[in-house]
């Protein structure tokens, strides 16, 4: 039975549980890589390591989603921060005796495998956390905390780290999870056992079948939305996550201390759009059109041409990062609005008992093309040195044709 008030007891607890262990998740995922670009200064490598993060949670993502359905997703929650914790601390004593890059690779793909089996239960827990009528704004508070964890991450982890290094941010993390994690033993999510006919392999071949087939014949067109996806995370999601910390820290000039702050303010920068992306659509729940939600992703691709145009013009070091950071921060705002409007769509319209599996299926095909975008970028970078604008450019036209090009598809949504 859902609660018909939106914070209940136990959504709150959801909350308060996300804000604590997404800091701590945006913090590790800021400065781990960080630490490597510190230690290398290459763009090739520092991509091709972020890409190879990606794969376990590509692979993840979908076992966590049918788990998700069969499983207490409070148990799932508990035992993932926990686990994080251990992994974390685990690289902390061995960091300075092993190959750190290769540790770090390692470990990097276990936290990004955590968090592709941990999200599915926690967007699956919403629908029966609140009623159908406190989807969007249930949505709308879940992104809006991983984007004010987002902020905070970043900027204290590029202050700490600037300052005293990378130990006494790994501590932090680890106390975050510890914290997340005892207080998710308080949650009490209704959940009631499906029944599992066969090998474990059938059944995780049976869900998985039969969440496809939803999306493909049911809902073709979270089908069509899923490619835009694809397309845009290769092309601009990949480009930003790779272009932002190499920019910034190897190509501005800003001096080793002060760009490692100010990667965190412009990380930062991101998870405030972010942050505000999530009030908009929260506030606006009722009046946002799925019909025009294309425009939201034609406004991201439009944003990665100042970037491009500043590199190009401006020598100043300074006026780029500006530049760089309120675009980004305007990707943010769209990027987020669109993601609250697609989430409360699937929500709604999927069945419970699919609802898991649904949003594993959309959030490992929809990562697919990233690690695929942060390699191809890690090399343009190093290909391009000196002519970086041309790659932050190529990536704007080459999203905004995939905007241009798919923008019916959101104008045929409510018939659909």
Known sequence: MMNQKLFSKDFTLVVVGQIISLFGNATIRFALPLYLLNLTGSSALYGTVTACAFIPSILL??????VADRVNKRNIMVIL???TAAVILGFTMLMDGANIIVLLTAVLMLLYGIAGAYQPSVQASIPVLVSQDNFMAANSIINTISSFASLLGPVLGGVLYSAYGLKPVLWICIVCFILSAVMELFLRIPYRAQDSEGSMWKVVKKDFTESIAFIRKSKPVIGKTLLVICGI????????????????TEVLNLGEEQANKLCGF???????GGLTGGICAGIFANKLSMKKAGNLVISCAICAFPMGGALFLFSSGMVNYIVISICC???MVFSTVFTVQMMSFIQRETPQNLIGKVIAVIFTISMCAQPLGNALYGVLFEICGGFEYMVVLFSGIVSLLIALSTRKIFLN???E
Not at 233 to 248: C, D, E, G, H, Q
């Open 81 to 83: 921060d926990f686990f």
């Open 266 to 272: 412009a990380e930062g920068a991101l998870a405030a």
């Open 329 to 331: 921060f305007f990707i």
């Open 413 to 415: 949504f409510s018939a």
């Open 233 to 248: 995370n290769l092309f601009l999601a990949a480009m930003i996550m790779v272009a932002l910390p190499y920019l910034i």
């Open 61 to 66: 993502s979908p076992i966590g989603g049918i």
